[in-house]
């Protein structure tokens, strides 16, 4: 079985400053990890995976996360947000059933 | 020409009512998906499918059905809506690779009255 814990529901930043979107996983295999993003009234975009290889991954637009797994962590973090990073962000991750397995959610809100 | 389409986008219907939604790709994945999405409880599986003859539920199927016509093609069904499958749907699809990441359509914002 796998599982994906967000750890915060909502998430609000200054324009300009950094951003940490926490995801804590299960799974009795060797999982893929991934992040979504969310914008409004839009469907869903990958924003990075982690497949086994490095352990930092970058994604789109400034993102990268880091896979750490002494800790079953995989959180997202961004040095300077962007107005344009308001959206709602999903942290997934897939064993060796293919299968995708949701968090529940990280709303972001980016402040002027 | 978006690589999955959603048909339609957005429908309203009575309770009681059968109501279908359909999913087409284009990426050539013989993995396709239905999601539901719930504020607060992310995206949930409803049925996926391995191939044309493969067909499985997911954690919510109850009240569902699904309909795999070719390899491009997956349909969802309500066979009778109710009020609380008022709810955004997804299709997505994937490659049988489970690294893979997979590709979303664009959503079906269903509301059942």
């Known amino acids: 079985a796998q599982s994906v814990t967000q750890l915060d529901s909502h998430v609000s930043v200054s324009e300009g400053t950094p951003v940490l979107l926490r995801c804590n996983y299960s799974?009795?295999?060797?999982?893929?990890l991934f992040w979504y993003v969310q914008h409004p009234n839009k469907g869903l975009q990958l924003l990075l995976k982690?497949?086994?290889?490095?352990?930092l991954v970058k994604g789109i637009n400034g993102f990268e996360a880091e896979f750490k797994k002494s800790e079953t962590s995989f959180h997202l973090t961004k040095p300077s947000a962007h107005m344009s990073d308001a959206a709602e962000y999903f942290c997934?991750?897939?064993?060796?059933?293919?299968?995708?397995?949701f968090g529940a959610g990280t709303t972001v809100t980016v402040r002027a | 020409d978006a690589d999955v389409t959603q048909t339609p986008r957005n429908r309203i219907t009575k309770t009681g009512k059968r109501i279908m939604l359909e999913c087409s790709q284009t990426?050539?994945?013989?993995?396709m998906y239905w999601y539901r999405q719930d504020p607060g409880l992310g995206l949930r599986l409803i049925y996926y499918?391995?191939?044309?003859?493969?067909?499985n539920k997911g954690e919510i199927s109850d009240g569902y059905s699904v309909s795999r016509q070719a390899q491009a093609k997956f349909s969802l069904s309500l066979e009778s809506a109710i009020p609380n499958q008022t709810a955004l749907y997804f299709c997505?699809?994937?490659?049988?690779?489970?690294?893979?990441?997979?590709?979303f359509g664009q959503g079906t914002r269903l509301t059942v009255v």
């Open positions: 799974s009795s295999y060797s999982p893929s």
């Open positions: 982690y497949t086994s290889a490095a352990t």
């Open positions: 990426k050539g994945h013989d993995r």
């Open positions: 997934v991750v897939s064993a060796n059933d293919y299968k995708l397995s």
């Open positions: 499918s391995f191939d044309v003859k493969d067909i």
């Open positions: 997505a699809t994937s490659d049988g690779v489970r690294t893979a990441e997979a590709f």
